[in-house]
T-cell receptor, first 113, second 114 residues
Framework: AQSVTQLDSQVPVFEEAPVELRCNYS??????LFWYVQYPNQGLQLLLK??????LVKGINGFEAEFNKSQTSFHLRKPSVHISDTAEYFCAVSDTGGFKTIFGAGTRLFVKA | DGGITQSPKYLFRKEGQNVTLSCEQNLNHDAMYWYRQDPGQGLRLIYYSQIVNDFQKGDIAEGYSVSREKKESFPLTVTSAQKNPTAFYLC?????????????FGNGTRLTVT
């Protein structure tokens, strides 16, 4: 069975500081990995998705994620955050069929001035 | 612009009443999904449909029902059998037959049952 663990429920950070949101997954089969962002009272938007062959994935809004197969991790990073990055971030994994996407519990990023 | 429209944005109902949430997409996607979101629990899959006139239960289907009579539409009914229906409901769609195709989400319906 697949599962996703987001290690931090909340991450407060000052504007222009770097941030890392941690995600670990478990699966017995090949998976596809995603990060989504959710602004208040809205749906989720895709930030980035893992494509096989490259461990570093670049997404929108300056975010990137590093896939580490040996540690089964897919941590999200941004070198310098803005106030507008304040949102909830979800790590997700789906199987090769794609119909069962499992989401982590989410990490609330709070950027302070 | 293509997208997913969920209506209404806010919905209030009395306990014991069934309520139907609307979801329409014009992305021409074959697959559609309903998720429930509760604080601190991420998203949990209620139902999904890979094609018209076919749907499957997700992880928390009890107390919910769906239909898929048209490709564009996937309404969700929250029945009186659902023990704790107050939540944020998200509809999504995706392309089928394409590896690692992401989900596209609507802006959700917040249901409050008192």
């Amino acid at each position: 069975a697949q599962s996703v663990t987001q290690l931090d429920s909340q991450v407060p950070v000052f504007e222009e500081a770097p941030v890392e949101l941690r995600c670990n997954y478990s699966s017995s089969v090949s998976v596809y990995l995603f990060w989504y962002v959710q602004y208040p009272n809205q749906g989720l938007q895709l930030l980035l998705k893992y494509l096989s062959g490259s461990t570093l994935v670049k997404g929108i809004n300056g975010f990137e994620a590093e896939f580490n197969k040996s540690q089964t991790s897919f941590h999200l990073r941004k070198p310098s955050v803005h106030i507008s990055d304040t949102a909830e971030y979800f790590c997700a994994v789906s199987d090769t069929g794609g119909f069962k996407t499992i989401f982590g519990a989410g990490t609330r990023l709070f950027v302070k001035a | 612009d293509g997208g997913i429209t969920q209506s209404p944005k806010y919905l209030f109902r009395k306990e014991g009443q069934n309520v139907t949430l609307s979801c329409e997409q014009n992305l021409n996607h074959d697959a559609m999904y309903w998720y429930r979101q509760d604080p601190g629990q991420g998203l949990r899959l209620i139902y999904y449909s890979q094609i018209v006139n076919d749907f499957q239960k997700g992880d928390i289907a009890e107390g919910y029902s769906v239909s898929r009579e048209k490709k564009e539409s996937f309404p969700l009914t929250v029945t009186s059998a659902q023990k704790n229906p107050t939540a944020f409901y998200l509809c999504a769609s995706s392309i089928t037959g394409v590896e690692n195709s992401p989900l596209h989400f609507g802006n959700g319906t917040r249901l409050t049952v008192t």
